[in-house]
């Protein structure tokens, strides 16, 4: 039997215990007097102790359904054992309890088709005809005649009209509320009762772990407290969740407490007719999907196109003797759908009035922004529209220089003054990590010193990086704060959307880390600890402000951003994107400027699917995101496990821990591994908390320079042309492979085949292998693990391109666009005529901007000092693709008399 012990969370250890009690109990009804009874026996019996405790917060198959199972072992009665325990575990696995009552006894045929069972196995449109199921928590100290009677005084409120099915789970404290709040992704409601007790007695370590993600102590509170502490925790850990209180208490007493997100509080009543409309009301405000389906009930009228596209209602296609094939591939729904009317029940992207509108303010609710904006060409058009909304020319903005090329250029569009932050650099893995916060609050101290601090408009930072460094986002915006009251946050968060919907993920969002310290800087406790601070702290003494965490001044501004690649970590069609925003400002200041920008950037002829496909992944991950996310970090989690333990890949592949991508000062609480062979699983929960830089557990980084192939090549020539395995980001002797909410265990397992198989073929080649192939095969795993070279810091701009060599901020737009002029350039070879430059003492200038693939982010940008690090790593770069560099001339670069004239104009101007 496999160990229960090695799973990452009790969702993963739930299905496999009741997939191993399958196996053991089949075994037992085979052969019960076998010579290995006895120990299959002792297996069954730690599979039941350990379910016994799962069962309790979850609707299926229910405590009184084990207990049955569980006689049914005591008493010897095998086969009945085995036939229940498959029908739990096939509905569990296939979903099939969802859709229907499960018998688990006997008077049914056993041999019943297999598709029946297997919710995959159905046609899509025989699933969106079923009714969707969830599950009820209700909170109350009953007994079990008590149970029953709540559980079937809800179940007679059923109608054959309601929209959802449920069932009810309930749980007597407060503590095992929490537990199944965190443990359950069935729940879409909670009902909280007068009766709950605060403790539970479940004793399961795993599960005792989720309470430790709460952070609260409990002991202090009084019964009266513990319904409404019991909301606010809820809309902390699950905030998407409707949470309901019933309560005998006045209308005065809980009218002033905080309540979180609950939806209603009822008073002294059994009125389950009342609960049940709530509940089903609750849920489908959630469900709604106001432009998707506008958009199919569009479809569906008839209606006569007398306006651009020949191709809507399929009319091109359908008429056509040579591409009806397109037509076949994509069915009918599609075309039927395509139209650029913003009438008949539709609505206009740009300025949305009806079912857009109402969309982009659910998504806002489920991101927890204040505003939110739909994108259909992607995070970088996001990325530009924002920038060009709030950044004037000549405003400074401080940039980690390794983000996004989106970036970049929008620093040339808004004519921006652009501070490069530094990332701590990773040499041996050719990749940056992320910009500490002594570096931001140096550049912040050193623009306050040179009396620029008013200039400084916004930090834009990337969280997650593309390789998984996480920031501590409070953090970094209170400490900035402090320095600067009413600086503008951007978070390019292309890659962490997903993150919303977990809760150790959550806290590091933009958009949550936006509303607490909204929440913090108007209670009493903020403005204390500010004039403390106030008091001891010289705010001249830039020594001490670096070496002291800062605290923010009460009046502060929280302004943040966040632009969000939907399309690539939650469902969407490629290119939906969305902007979130949490401006106390934007009102009154932005708002006008933002439209503008939106206006620019945004296609008057959007692509209704890709609104329509937002609108629908929002609905996924309100209902089901805590779920799915749940899954694409136990996924990642196991891949990890896998490789990290299996000899023969240890050979030749690594994959990156904490400790590898992050150094040790930034990690306070000390985690080096997700995952030890010898002590097993980390809680993430405490360096999420803590530490200034984490890693995403389901961004996983695989050094693949053992294998004496570069990343590029072993991701194009090993990965995906020889395997059909697709990734994206590679480094010099690294892949990653990252999971999504997609992502199964079945695609994990079969990675893990492919680079086993990957390790054998290296193993036979090299016992076959001549003395000098060995020998090559050493130097190319010596130059790609040993020799590499070390990644170039940001040099600086050249003086024409300043203001003044007080601090380095640089005007990139100039010096884009005087590239140009032709006249104003030239080109220099890297290995001749640029090193007789710079021996001659020159200052070469770069051009344009010069992107290697990997690791993808400009190393040299407009206007930028060419020095002779760069040099010495773009001569070492071993990619094929370098945008902006042309092997058959060289690097191009401004002419000395270019510069001096710009140098000249730019003087001209200051006077």
């Given at each position: 039997?496999?160990?229960?012990?090695?799973?990452?969370?009790?969702?993963?250890?739930?299905?496999?215990?009741?997939?191993?009690?399958?196996?053991?109990?089949?075994?037992?009804?085979?052969?019960?007097?076998?010579?290995?009874?006895?120990?299959?026996?002792?297996?069954?019996?730690?599979?039941?102790?350990?379910?016994?405790?799962?069962?309790?917060?979850?609707?299926?198959?229910?405590?009184?359904?084990?207990?049955?199972?569980?006689?049914?072992?005591?008493?010897?009665?095998?086969?009945?054992?085995?036939?229940?325990?498959?029908?739990?575990?096939?509905?569990?696995?296939?979903?099939?309890?969802?859709?229907?009552?499960?018998?688990?006894?006997?008077?049914?045929?056993?041999?019943?088709?297999?598709?029946?069972?297997?919710?995959?196995?159905?046609?899509?449109?025989?699933?969106?005809?079923?009714?969707?199921?969830?599950?009820?928590?209700?909170?109350?100290?009953?007994?079990?005649?008590?149970?029953?009677?709540?559980?079937?005084?809800?179940?007679?409120?059923?109608?054959?009209?309601?929209?959802?099915?449920?069932?009810?789970?309930?749980?007597?404290?407060?503590?095992?509320?929490?537990?199944?709040?965190?443990?359950?992704?069935?729940?879409?409601?909670?009902?909280?009762?007068?009766?709950?007790?605060?403790?539970?007695?479940?004793?399961?370590?795993?599960?005792?772990?989720?309470?430790?993600?709460?952070?609260?102590?409990?002991?202090?509170?009084?019964?009266?407290?513990?319904?409404?502490?019991?909301?606010?925790?809820?809309?902390?850990?699950?905030?998407?969740?409707?949470?309901?209180?019933?309560?005998?208490?006045?209308?005065?007493?809980?009218?002033?407490?905080?309540?979180?997100?609950?939806?209603?509080?009822?008073?002294?009543?059994?009125?389950?007719?009342?609960?049940?409309?709530?509940?089903?009301?609750?849920?489908?405000?959630?469900?709604?999907?106001?432009?998707?389906?506008?958009?199919?009930?569009?479809?569906?009228?008839?209606?006569?196109?007398?306006?651009?596209?020949?191709?809507?209602?399929?009319?091109?296609?359908?008429?056509?003797?040579?591409?009806?094939?397109?037509?076949?591939?994509?069915?009918?729904?599609?075309?039927?759908?395509?139209?650029?009317?913003?009438?008949?029940?539709?609505?206009?992207?740009l300025e949305p009035h009806g079912p857009i509108k109402e969309a982009q303010e659910l998504a806002s609710r489920a991101f927890g922004s204040r505003q939110t904006f739909f994108a259909t060409n992607g995070t970088s058009t996001c990325n530009k529209i924002v920038v060009q909304a709030l950044v004037q020319p000549g405003d400074i903005v401080l940039v980690d220089r390794d983000c996004h090329k989106s970036h970049h250029y929008g620093m040339v569009l808004s004519g921006a003054q652009v501070v490069y932050l530094e990332s701590y650099p990773l040499n041996e893995y050719s990749m940056y990590g992320a910009v500490p916060l002594t570096g931001i609050k140096r550049q912040l101290l050193e623009l306050k010193s040179a009396g620029k601090l008013d200039r400084v408009r916004m930090l834009l930072l990337t969280n997650c990086t593309f390789d998984g460094i996480v920031y501590?986002?409070?953090?970094?915006?209170?400490?900035?704060?402090?320095?600067?009251?009413?600086?503008?946050?951007?978070?390019?968060?292309?890659?962490?959307?997903?993150?919303?919907?977990?809760?150790?993920?959550?806290?590091?969002?933009?958009?949550?880390?936006?509303?607490?310290?909204?929440?913090?800087?108007?209670?009493?406790?903020?403005?204390?600890?500010?004039?403390?601070?106030?008091?001891?702290?010289?705010?001249?003494?830039?020594?001490?402000?670096?070496?002291?965490?800062?605290?923010?001044?009460?009046?502060?501004?929280?302004?943040?951003?966040?632009?969000?690649?939907?399309?690539?970590?939650?469902?969407?069609?490629?290119?939906?994107?969305?902007?979130?925003?949490?401006?106390?400002?934007?009102?009154?200041?932005?708002?006008?400027?933002?439209?503008?920008?939106?206006?620019?950037?945004?296609?008057?002829?959007?692509?209704?699917?890709?609104?329509?496909?937002?609108?629908?992944?929002?609905?996924?991950?309100?209902?089901?995101?805590?779920?799915?996310?749940?899954?694409?970090?136990?996924?990642?989690?196991?891949?990890?496990?896998?490789?990290?333990?299996?000899?023969?890949?240890?050979?030749?592949?690594?994959?990156?821990?904490?400790?590898?991508?992050?150094?040790?000062?930034?990690?306070?609480?000390?985690?080096?591994?997700?995952?030890?062979?010898?002590?097993?699983?980390?809680?993430?929960?405490?360096?999420?908390?803590?530490?200034?830089?984490?890693?995403?557990?389901?961004?996983?980084?695989?050094?693949?320079?053992?294998?004496?192939?570069?990343?590029?090549?072993?991701?194009?020539?090993?990965?995906?042309?020889?395997?059909?395995?697709?990734?994206?980001?590679?480094?010099?002797?690294?892949?990653?492979?990252?999971?999504?909410?997609?992502?199964?265990?079945?695609?994990?397992?079969?990675?893990?085949?492919?680079?086993?198989?990957?390790?054998?073929?290296?193993?036979?080649?090299?016992?076959?292998?001549?003395?000098?192939?060995?020998?090559?095969?050493e130097r190319r795993v010596k130059n790609l693990m040993v020799d590499y070279p070390p990644l170039p810091d940001f040099s600086c701009f050249h003086p024409a391109f300043r203001s003044d060599d007080k601090t380095p901020e640089g005007d990139v737009r100039t010096a884009f666009f005087l590239s140009y002029d032709e006249e104003n350039c030239d080109y220099l070879a890297l290995d001749g005529s640029m090193i007789a430059a710079l021996d001659s003492g020159r200052e070469v200038v770069s051009a344009s901007f010069i992107i290697p693939y990997p690791p993808g982010f400009p190393i040299l940008v407009p206007g930028q000092v060419v020095s002779r690090e760069i040099l010495a790593f773009m001569r070492a770069l071993d990619v094929s693709e370098i945008h902006g560099y042309r092997p058959d001339l060289g690097l191009r670069v401004f002419t000395d008399e270019a510069l001096?004239?710009?140098?000249?104009?730019?003087?001209?101007?200051?006077?």
């Open positions: 039997m496999n160990s229960m012990s090695s799973q990452y969370s009790a969702v993963q250890m739930r299905s496999d215990g009741w997939s191993f009690l399958q196996q053991a109990t089949t075994a037992m009804a085979r052969d019960p007097d076998g010579k290995h009874a006895s120990k299959t026996i002792k297996n069954i019996e730690e599979l039941f102790e350990t379910l016994c405790v799962t069962e309790a917060y979850w609707a299926f198959p229910g405590i009184h359904a084990f207990d049955v199972m569980r006689r049914q072992f005591e008493h010897k009665n095998f086969e009945d054992l085995a036939f229940s325990v498959r029908r739990v575990a096939r509905a569990l696995s296939s979903g099939a309890y969802r859709r229907r009552t499960i018998p688990l006894d006997r008077d049914r045929e056993e041999n019943e088709p297999d598709e029946n069972e297997d919710e995959a196995l159905l046609s899509p449109e025989a699933r969106a005809l079923s009714r969707p199921y969830f599950e009820v928590l209700i909170v109350d100290s009953l007994t079990e005649a008590q149970t029953r009677w709540m559980k079937n005084s809800i179940q007679g409120m059923r109608r054959n009209e309601d929209a959802f099915q449920y069932e009810a789970v309930v749980v007597p404290s407060l503590e095992d509320a929490l537990i199944g709040t965190l443990f359950n992704h069935n729940l879409q409601a909670v009902v909280i009762r007068p009766g709950l007790t605060l403790k539970s007695t479940n004793e399961l370590p795993m599960l005792k772990r989720f309470l430790s993600q709460v952070g609260d102590d409990f002991d202090s509170l009084r019964p009266e407290e513990y319904g409404p502490v019991l909301c606010r925790l809820i809309a902390k850990i699950r905030p998407e969740l409707d949470a309901y209180l019933i309560t005998d208490r006045s209308v005065e007493e809980i009218a002033g407490m905080d309540l979180g997100l609950c939806r209603r509080v009822f008073y002294n009543q059994e009125d389950f007719v009342e609960l049940h409309l709530n509940i089903l009301r609750g849920v489908q405000s959630r469900y709604k999907t106001p432009f998707f389906s506008a958009l199919k009930e569009y479809s569906r009228q008839p209606t006569g196109v007398f306006h651009a596209m020949p191709i809507s209602r399929g009319k091109s296609v359908s008429r056509s003797h040579w591409i009806q094939d397109m037509g076949a591939f994509y069915g009918p729904n599609i075309f039927m759908a395509e139209t650029s009317a913003t009438s008949g029940g539709l609505d206009s992207l501590n986002v409070e953090q970094v915006m209170k400490e900035c704060l402090a320095i600067k009251p009413d600086l503008i946050f951007l978070w390019d968060e292309a890659w962490f959307a997903f993150a919303r919907f977990g809760p150790t993920y959550r806290q590091r969002t933009a958009m949550n880390a936006a509303n607490n310290l909204r929440d913090d800087l108007r209670t009493p406790k903020a403005k204390s600890a500010w004039e403390k601070q106030c008091k001891k702290l010289d705010k001249d003494d830039h020594e001490a402000m670096m070496n002291t965490q800062l605290v923010p001044p009460p009046d502060a501004r929280v302004r943040v951003y966040a632009t969000q690649s939907t399309h690539k970590t939650l469902t969407s069609l490629r290119q939906g994107s969305m902007i979130h925003v949490n401006d106390q400002d934007f009102k009154g200041e932005v708002e006008q400027s933002f439209h503008e920008a939106y206006m620019t950037h945004t296609s008057t002829s959007p692509n209704y699917q890709i609104i329509a496909s937002l609108d629908v992944g929002r609905r996924q991950v309100e209902l089901e995101g805590f779920e799915f996310v749940q899954r694409q970090v136990e996924a990642a989690m196991s891949m990890r496990r896998a490789i990290s333990t299996h000899p023969l890949l240890q050979k030749y592949f690594k994959v990156l821990t904490a400790g590898d991508m992050i150094p040790e000062q930034y990690r306070e609480s000390g985690v080096q591994s997700y995952y030890d062979p010898e002590q097993g699983w980390t809680d993430i929960w405490e360096c999420w908390a803590t530490d200034e830089f984490v890693l995403d557990a389901t961004r996983v980084t695989l050094v693949v320079g053992g294998t004496g192939w570069d990343g590029d090549t072993f991701k194009t020539q090993i990965l995906m042309d020889k395997y059909g395995i697709q990734i994206n980001k590679t480094s010099r002797n690294t892949v990653l492979f990252m999971t999504n909410i997609g992502t199964t265990r079945s695609s994990v397992a079969y990675l893990i085949e492919v680079l086993v198989e990957i390790a054998k073929d290296l193993d036979e080649l090299y016992d076959d292998a001549s003395k000098m192939e060995r020998m090559s095969f001096n004239k710009s140098r000249k104009d730019r003087a001209l101007a200051a006077e």
